[in-house]
């Protein structure tokens, strides 16, 4: 068992707690830059799409856990930095001028929502992003003179100063330094003053108005973060799967997105890594389970759908924490041994007073 | 120049008029309270005076500067804070946040330096570190600092609330009900703790009360409320033994 | 023009489903579609597989799905009962997965198109000139008939004024004795009837197939436009925007009748997100 007994403002502000954090994030940090050396090619595989989804869960993150807004529509943000990247990259830019530029011009339809959306909660904000998710696909889709239409669009490997990133290792890097460059960046956040803010507005948006945050400013800035992010997510998506088209950035590729926040654990960094973790392996688990079923159970093609339906239901049901939440407890019960209680993370129950006459 | 004046402050609500015609005027480094019974509009002419939403009638006055028309966000800036009568704290942040998210009109970092975790900013958020432990010591909430608000019992809450408010460093510090759900004791740290903000700190108090000795022991100048109208002003001796105070409390004699 | 109001009954009857259930729970049910998929589903196979009537199935697949609607509750929405709007959302949306997935599982349904037989097939009536379907009559005819049972109900008995107090305050229904739980269940029935009500209408136009309830999605838009929660408003939402798509359709070009619906919420929340029937929200402090 450890106590921190803080002496000074500093320790406030640091990234690790205690000695053991850097220890264990060091150990992890040299195991990710082994990785690909000691790895399958197929695992290398699957890390590319971890990272990437990763970064974009930073985003709505940042969005749906932090700042308490809704989005079922984030998939636009991907496709606009998918294809942005893509047709930089085809006009012959190099990385360091597509890849921002896909981030801004993610950010720039981030405010091109979050300002409507401003005076909007809960439900109504979750339509009208769900709106803008089918408006942008439709765009795409009709606008096939700059996108391929459903066509889709072919996308080269990334490029720097002429160094190709057309090798599984060379993405890796990658894609693994963008990710902890987005993460560093936003924990920066969370400890200073606009990460405070949006937390404010998160739990309580009438007392951080009246505390001196501009709700309007802050709001969109979440948004416009959120998408910048997700618009990086996207870029790297596609040099990593070299094909991008319409369909893969429907309301459906949205859920995806949320259910990585959701499974992860809401309002913490580490629950988007283990949810985009938890949707990459899934599938993949899916897959090698069907091996051992009965030949019957085995062909259902409904099993995918079936499986995630369920563990979406089940983990907001039995573990509304999310993986994170369950690594806490876990971690909790092993620090405090054997004086684990068991109510330590319970909620309070709580009766729905409707948000309409409140 | 008034510190803080209201005049003619009036809004209905779907026909009815929850302030009606309402004028009174602070002065500075006093402590004014409202009182009335429920529903008199008190907490009202707080939400007025916080802009969150617009006043149907009237104007009010900060240091000479007109609020109507201005945002909420802007009202803090001005230096004006409030607590309110429910508890609208953060509750999923630690006590230290919810402090130090009062001083965030005196920020001076941008996003991108934010982001970047500059030196400026860590000068920064040592500052404001410095400055929340300053109430923190004065409400003594010290062993509660990294504790999360959810789990906090009522009373904490309500001194927390209070701290937020002063960690703004307002010049006007609007208090909701400061001792409702407050046991005596409480109460009574409530009692030394305004006298000691309009003392020590200079800060001006406006506050609406119902607990009649918590508002005879500090406050200056008392207003009282009935329906949406003042019925009277002036010392707390004087107001409370005022004939229509009386009747608007206790009923007249029928 | 015809088939645009048609439609758009069907949008209306799908916002109703969780107009009912928003009323009275403050969820929001994005697996309407699904129950109204898997309630065609049934329909299919009381025409089908049992052989019944046009008007017994209709009754059947309300029962059964009526006992399906009230069993997902007890089962799904109940443990998370209390929990953040949006949490609930997303078990719905989970819901929503596993119906589809369930559907294309069962032998005999799987992933296979279907058609389903009504007594208005291709018939048409003749009127001053203009040709209507009377499919489309129909479908106008009988949700009119339930949107006033409805009414009725809602209005005058105490099951659905109890339904309308859980939804406005759980903890203060429960003091006065209503049994909150039961009367969730049976709303979570009554809805998931309704979408049955609205898919076997839909069948005949978009055949019966387990990806058939996306257009449910569309009854968002109409509820939302109608005023979320508002019981006319999400009829009259929805015929607008049937109205709106097929106007759409045919004027203006291709592609847009597919977002059009999106197009009008996106503009009816910028000005006037309570729609047309709707209150607005005010936290008091």
């Not at chain 1, 091996?291 to 239901?313: E, H, K």
């Not at chain 2, 004006?80 to 970092?109: C, D, K, M, P, S």
């Not at chain 2, 409530?190 to 006298?195: G, H, N, R, T, V």
């Not at chain 2, 003392?199 to 406050?219: A, F, P, Q, Y």
């Amino acid at each position: 068992m450890r106590f921190i007994f803080k002496t000074d403002y500093r320790q406030d502000l640091r990234l690790f707690r205690h000695g053991g954090y850097v220890f264990w994030y060091g150990l992890l940090g040299v195991a990710l830059v082994a990785a690909p050396f000691m790895l399958s090619e197929y695992l290398i595989s699957q890390l590319h799409f971890i990272c990437i989804y990763s970064i974009v869960g930073f985003g709505l993150m940042l969005l749906v856990g932090f700042t308490g807004q809704i989005s079922l529509g984030h998939a636009a943000f991907l496709a606009v930095g998918a294809y942005t990247e893509a047709l930089l990259q085809g006009a012959g830019m190099p990385l360091w001028v597509s890849l921002p530029s896909a981030a801004l011009l993610s950010a720039a339809a981030g405010i091109i929502i979050g300002i409507p959306a401003l005076r909007l909660k809960g439900i109504y904000l979750a339509i009208a992003t769900l709106a803008f998710n089918v408006i942008v696909e439709e765009i795409i889709t009709r606008w096939e003179g700059l996108t391929g239409g459903n066509g889709g669009k072919h996308v080269k490997a990334a490029e720097l100063f002429g160094f190709t990133f057309d090798s599984d290792v060379s993405f890796y890097f990658l894609c693994l330094s963008l990710t902890v460059l987005s993460c560093l960046m936003l924990i920066n956040l969370l400890r200073s003053p606009t990460g405070r803010a949006f937390v404010a507005i998160r739990d309580s948006e009438i007392s951080a108005s009246c505390m001196g945050v501009n709700l309007a400013k802050y709001k969109t800035m979440s948004f416009a973060l959120s998408a910048a992010l997700t618009g990086v997510g996207g870029a790297l998506y596609a040099h990593k799967i070299t094909f991008i088209s319409p369909e893969q950035f429907t309301l459906l590729a949205s859920i995806e997105l949320v259910t990585i926040v959701i499974i992860g654990g809401i309002g913490s960094l580490h629950g988007a890594v283990f949810g985009a973790a938890f949707i990459i392996v899934l599938p993949q688990l899916i897959a090698v389970a069907k091996d051992y079923l009965p030949s019957g159970a085995a062909g259902i093609s409904g099993l995918q759908a079936i499986v995630f339906g369920v563990l979406l239901v089940a983990f907001i049901i039995f573990e509304p924490m999310g993986i994170y939440g369950r690594w806490l407890k876990v971690r909790t019960w092993f620090e405090l041994f054997p004086f684990y209680r068991q109510g330590m993370f319970r909620r309070q129950k709580s009766y729905m007073k409707s948000e309409r006459l409140r | 120049m008034s510190f803080f004046k209201v005049e003619d402050l009036g809004i209905s609500f779907g026909g009815v008029r929850a302030v009606d015609a309402v004028s009174f005027e602070v002065n500075q480094r006093e402590v004014y309270t409202i009182i009335g019974p429920n529903g008199a509009g008190k907490t009202t002419i707080f939400n007025l005076i916080g802009l969150l939403y617009p006043a149907s009638s009237g104007t009010i006055r900060f240091e000479g500067r007109t609020l109507n028309g201005l945002a909420p966000h802007r009202v803090s800036q001005l230096g004006i804070a409030r607590t309110f009568q429910n508890i609208e704290l953060f509750e999923h942040a630690t006590v230290l946040q919810n402090l130090l998210i009062g001083r965030h009109r005196h920020r001076a970092t941008s996003l991108w330096q934010e982001l970047l975790f500059t030196p400026a900013v860590r000068r920064a958020e040592l500052a404001q570190r410095e400055a929340v432990e300053k109430v923190i010591d004065f409400l003594e909430l010290a062993h509660y600092r990294d504790g999360l608000v959810a789990g906090l019992p009522y009373g904490v809450r309500k001194v927390i609330e209070l701290g937020r408010a002063l960690a703004t460093e307002p010049k006007l510090l609007l208090l909701d009900e400061p001792s409702s759900g407050l046991n005596p004791e409480e109460t009574n740290e409530m009692a030394f703790w305004i006298e000691d903000i309009q003392k020590e700190l200079g800060i001006t108090v406006l506050m609406v009360e119902h607990d009649m000795n918590l508002v005879s022991r500090v406050s200056d100048r008392v207003l009282a409320l009935n329906e949406g109208r003042v019925i009277a002003e002036g010392t707390p001796a004087e107001v409370q033994s005022h004939a229509a105070v009386i009747e608007a409390y206790l009923g007249g004699n029928d | 023009m015809l088939a645009g109001v048609a439609q758009g009954c069907v949008y209306a009857l799908v916002a109703l489903g969780f107009v009912l259930i928003y009323k009275a729970t403050e969820t929001v049910n994005f697996a309407q579609g699904d129950l109204m998929m898997l309630g065609a589903f049934f329909a299919l196979t009381g025409s089908t597989t049992l052989g019944l009537p046009y008007w017994l199935t209709i009754v059947f697949a309300l029962v059964v799905m009526a006992v399906f609607g009230m069993l997902a509750e007890r089962l799904v929405l109940r443990p998370v009962l209390g929990y953040p709007a949006f949490t609930v959302v997303m078990v719905t949306i989970g819901m929503g997965y596993i119906l589809r997935g369930l559907v294309t599982t069962i032998p005999g349904w799987g992933t296979d198109t279907y058609t389903f037989a009504t007594p208005f097939a291709d018939a048409v009536i003749r009127l001053g000139g203009v040709v209507l379907a009377v499919q489309q009559l129909a479908v106008i005819a009988m949700t009119t008939a339930l949107c006033l049972a409805l009414y009725l109900f809602f209005r005058y008995a105490k099951l659905g004024v109890a339904m309308q107090a859980t939804s406005q305050n759980q903890l203060a229904a429960y003091y006065m004795g209503i049994p909150v739980r039961r009367v969730n269940m049976l709303i979570w029935g009554l809805s998931a009837a309704v979408a049955t009500f609205a898919g076997i209408l839909l069948a005949p136009v978009t055949f019966v197939h387990s990806n058939m309830g996306f257009i449910g999605l569309k009854a968002f838009p109409a509820a939302v436009v109608g005023g979320f929660g508002s019981v006319p408003g999400s009829i009259v939402g929805g015929l607008i925007i049937g109205v709106v798509e097929s106007l759409a359709g045919y004027y203006l070009p291709e592609g847009i009748k597919d977002v059009a619906a999106y197009v009008v919420v996106l503009i009816v929340l910028m000005v006037k997100p309570s729609g047309i029937f709707g209150d607005t929200v005010r936290k008091k402090v």
